[in-house]
């Protein structure tokens, strides 16, 4: 698994600056969620309005933007793309404008006298520690300091990379805001923390692994359940002993607290193990989650590509009453916290649903058939080319599709490689068969999207086929401070259609004068 270092960027919101011009640090309290604005009515804030206000910009790589953080600079460009390609109605969420981050892998460097927690300088190996960091959930600042105590108690040796010895490489903080027995109001800001310790050895036998332990106990005594201040929700260890950059290893370990890592996005209980993928930003997920499903028809065939442990399939699932979900990932780590999140599920639910352990890029126009709508959610770099052409063909794949389901019967379409590969290394979940699992290929794409660039590509290559017009397109702010956003945009089949709008006002016009 290739993971790379931090907390990289995505998205935005609705402008909410709650700081003031001032250069008070932003308040550690949750803001509530603004509804969406078109991009024209996002008024030009005073600099400070929404500025970081962290000590640690410039030399810490993680932002690059230090005002206006409720208007990323791409939003222009994105505005102008989506309105050049037929959408004119781009809205954007700001979001969350601090403390938004809930999940960060962070560098161990220094001494065990004065250790480093952090990110890398920009374009360097040097870590630099950041305790105020303005963008992580003020928890995971508050568990990074308790981490440095133990690291100092116990005299814990952290990564020198030249030589590849100490004991702590990296470590991941994830916040859960899962605890039902708060009101909703205080669950944001009273988020635990999963702690995985990435230890420089092959496993928990491995000499050095009593100060391991040690860490991991006094992480939990000062900071687990029964602490004066509950911050730690468990402790795990991932054992690493690569010399290359890739921050985990094959091996976890679940030392203390809860194995399990619930949390509440998109109107459902999911289940996050630390090596599965997770959104870093919790409430724009949800956020974004909750406008997807709108898209989505009732008792639609869902295809979900790069779905990671399921929550976009499995939101959909439970919200919109789908036939059929089918989740396509390549990290087969995410299975297990898939199968867990489906135990959650309401008993409503009564959708087939499956997970197959698979490389989307790989003869992907099987995974397409059968489905009405897909979505899909690629890493930063966007889709593979053989995706793309799968979806810039997709009528032939449906002619296809039709000719041989008139010509076969069904113990044939047993023989076809996805539905063999759906048996093996796959999760099969209710017994409801898609419609027309043949015939159908989708009739709705969307696209979330936190590479920019990436996504302009592909949705010029998409366009270019006449397949698939754009029909609505939607920015969040998942990543203030950066360069980035999360861009949800949904496509329809076929070339785009002239709007009805000039017509029908000649009309009303002529109807008028006449
Ligand atoms: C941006 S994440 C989205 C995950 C999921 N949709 C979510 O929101 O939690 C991208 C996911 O694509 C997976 N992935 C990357 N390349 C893939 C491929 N070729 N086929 C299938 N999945 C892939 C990654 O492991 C990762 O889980």
């Known amino acids: 698994m290739t993971l790379r270092l931090v907390s990289a960027p995505p998205s935005f919101s609705l402008f909410s600056c709650r700081a003031t011009a001032s250069t008070a640090l932003p308040p550690p309290t949750p803001t509530p969620t603004p509804a969406p604005t078109l991009i024209s009515s996002i008024p030009q804030s005073p600099p400070l309005t929404c500025a970081l206000h962290c000590p ?29 390609h037929g959408v004119s109605d781009f809205t954007f969420d700001t979001c969350k404008l601090w403390g938004w981050r809930c999940r960060a892998k962070l560098a161990v460097r220094g ?3 004065e250790p480093l927690i952090g990110l890398y300088e920009e374009g360097t190996h040097n870590v630099v520690d950041i305790p105020q960091c303005q963008a992580h959930h003020p928890n995971i600042n508050a568990a990074v300091e308790l981490l440095r105590r133990g690291i100092i108690e116990i005299g814990v040796e952290p990564y020198i990379e030249d030589e590849g010895t100490g004991d702590l490489r990296y470590v991941q903080m994830a916040v859960t805001t899962y605890n039902t027995s708060l009101p ?7 988020g635990k923390v999963q702690v995985t310790l990435v230890w420089n050895s092959r496993n928990e036998n491995s000499p050095g692994s009593d100060k391991l332990n040690a860490l991991a106990n006094f992480l939990w005594k000062n900071g687990g359940q029964r602490s004066r201040l509950h911050l730690i929700h468990s402790v ?36 996050l ?37 399921g ?17 396509i990932e390549i990290n087969k780590e995410s299975k297990a916290s898939f199968e867990k999140t489906i135990e959650r599920l309401p008993a409503t639910v009564d959708s087939s649903i499956t997970w197959h352990h698979a490389d989307a890029s790989k003869e992907p126009f099987l995974w397409l058939l059968g489905s009405d709508v897909v979505v899909i959610d690629p890493p930063r770099k966007g889709l593979d080319a053989s995706l793309i052409d799968a979806l810039k063909n997709i009528s032939s794949v449906e002619r296809k599709a039709f000719s041989s389901s008139g010509s076969s019967n069904s113990s044939q379409e047993e023989k076809r490689p996805w539905v063999l590969r759906a048996k093996e290394d796959s999760v099969q979940i209710g017994s409801k068969p898609p419609t027309n699992i043949a015939q159908s290929v989708p009739q709705t794409l969307i696209y979330i999207s936190c590479g920019w660039e990436s996504f302009k590509e592909d949705c010029k290559s998409l366009l270019s086929s006449k397949a698939w017009y754009l029909e609505k397109a939607h920015g969040f702010n998942f990543f203030p401070g950066t360069q980035s956003i999360e861009v949800l945009a949904v496509f329809k089949r076929g070339p785009q259609k002239k709007k009805q709008g000039k017509k029908k006002k000649k009309h009303l016009q002529g109807a008028v004068r006449h």
């Open 236 to 271: 795990w260890a991932n054992f690493q002993t690569s010399t290359n950059n890739i921050i985990f290893g094959n091996k976890w370990r679940h030392l203390l607290g809860e194995r399990d890592f619930w949390e509440h996005v998109g109107g459902i209980d999911v289940s």
């Open 56 to 84: 640690h910009f410039q030399s810490c790589s993680g932002c690059t933007h230090e005002f206006n953080l409720h208007r990323p600079v791409i939003l222009d460009d994105a505005t102008n793309f989506f309105r050049k």
């Open 311 to 327: 929550v976009i399939g499995l939101s959909l699932a439970a919200t919109r009453k789908c036939r059929s979900i089918k989740c």
């Open 111 to 113: 001494s065990s006298t």
């Open 273 to 309: 193990a630390p090596s599965s993928f997770g959104q870093a930003n919790t409430r724009a997920f949800d956020a974004l989650l909750r406008r997807l499903q709108k898209y989505v028809p009732y008792e639609s065939d869902v295809a979900d590509l790069y779905a990671g442990a």
């Open 184 to 190: 909703a109001a205080q669950r944001y800001k009273n």
